[in-house]
């Protein structure tokens, strides 16, 4: 049995997710017993700090140097209550960082950078760190994103075995992983969650979100605005493909208001808004001709947002939450990476090719170490050194 520690941070960029679990093997079956799970908010100017960072604005390599290693910092307290929550024992921690850029040029992933400096955390709990994940994938040939679907795969592997079912998450971007019976899972990133949600919140409440869904449910869809925000040329584009904020950002959102003849009520784009995820998760779900889509992330706890998800998809497919699966569908990523660490662990692929368009599967991350391994006979250390004729012998 493995006790790892998953950490998630989002593009909504508001915290670390904490998931602890335990991992054994029983024939084909990996058994995940979850141990707790907790949510760690950045401080604002934290959260500031990385907002800085994101594209469309532009930064320095100082400023990059001091981001990581803060985050590093955060990360390492959120892997303490990890362990905390495993008992006081942790084999692992997945610490894959906070993406503060996706390059993607053509549809192609050509590079990914995640800051959160592994050392600060295994220096802090003192066990194996994995971390980078998505880059062994994008050499591969893959978008590095998303990497959930692995985990989705086998949670729903019995299921789909009666249809097709989805695992939606709602973070910052939506992305969905469709999963049938005879076929190699299909995932890809939707298009906006929260993303957008959230920086009209913080332009026009100076809040972090609209809490509950309020705004939007108060307000009305605004008809040009949506069909603006629709034409967005990536909704068409076939995947594989992911995208975050280096797309989805705040100047996007403000180009879009700038675009209408006449103005709108605050309550009226966040209703817009939430239509506009609610109407592209809708159409992927009846594409793949899903009967069932078990949503998590975030973008749960908008009651208005999985109103207009469940009237758009009734009497085709079901929409629950990984609650009902024995996944908090709050932790839901942060287990997700537990498990992909479990994979790397034992030297399995964690990346789908299916999903990511990678020419192979790769082994995901890289270790930082925390000392030698456990049960490793010390090695006295060397009082020097002496070359050798390498043609000899």
């Not at 399995?348 to 490793?376: C, E, I, K, M, Y």
């Amino acid at each position: 049995m493995l006790r790892i520690v998953g950490l998630m941070s989002g593009t909504s960029y508001d915290g670390v997710d904490v998931a602890a679990a335990e991992f054994a093997v029983e024939g084909e079956t990996l058994l995940l017993r979850p141990l707790g799970h907790r949510g760690i908010d950045y401080d604002d100017e934290l959260r500031a700090a990385v907002g800085a960072t994101l594209p469309p604005n532009e930064t320095t390599v100082e400023a990059v140097c001091r981001l990581d290693n803060r985050l590093g910092e955060v990360f390492a307290e959120a892997a303490a209550v990890g362990v905390e929550l495993a008992g006081g024992r942790a084999d692992l921690v997945v610490s894959p960082g906070q993406t503060v850029f996706h390059w993607v040029e053509a549809g192609r992933a050509r590079g990914t950078l995640q800051l959160g400096s592994p050392a600060w955390v295994a220096a802090r709990v003192g066990v194996p760190v994995l971390s980078d994940l998505r880059s062994a994938d994008v050499v591969a040939g893959g978008q590095g994103a998303p990497l959930v679907p692995a985990f989705d795969a086998l949670l729903l592997a019995d299921a789909a075995a009666t249809g097709p079912r989805a695992a939606l998450n709602l973070g910052g971007i939506a992305n969905l992983t469709v999963v049938a019976s005879g076929a190699p899972p299909v995932g890809y990133d939707i298009g906006p969650a929260n993303a957008l949600l959230d920086a009209a919140a913080r332009r026009f409440l100076d809040a972090p979100c609209d809490s509950g869904g309020a705004r939007a449910a108060a307000g009305r869809v605004h008809p040009d605005l949506l069909a603006s925000l629709l034409a967005e040329p990536y909704y068409a584009a076939p995947p594989p493909k992911s995208t975050g904020k280096e797309l989805f950002h705040a100047g996007y959102l403000d180009d879009r208001l700038a675009g209408l003849d006449g103005s709108l009520s605050v309550d009226d784009v966040f209703a817009t808004l939430t239509e506009l995820t609610a109407r592209t998760v809708a159409a992927e779900c009846d594409r793949h001709r899903v009967v069932e889509v078990v949503a998590a992330g975030g973008g749960v706890r908008n009651p208005t947002l999985l109103g207009r998800l469940a009237a758009l998809g009734a009497g085709r497919w079901r929409l629950r939450t990984t609650d009902e699966l024995g996944v908090p569908a709050q932790a839901k990523e942060a287990y997700a990476f537990a498990l992909l660490g479990w994979l790397s662990w034992h030297g399995l692929p964690g990346a789908v090719p299916s999903v990511t368009g990678a020419r192979r599967a790769a082994v995901l991350g890289s270790w930082t170490p925390a000392g030698p391994p456990r049960g490793t006979v010390p090695t006295p250390a060397p009082r020097r050194l002496r070359v050798v004729d390498g043609r000899s012998g």
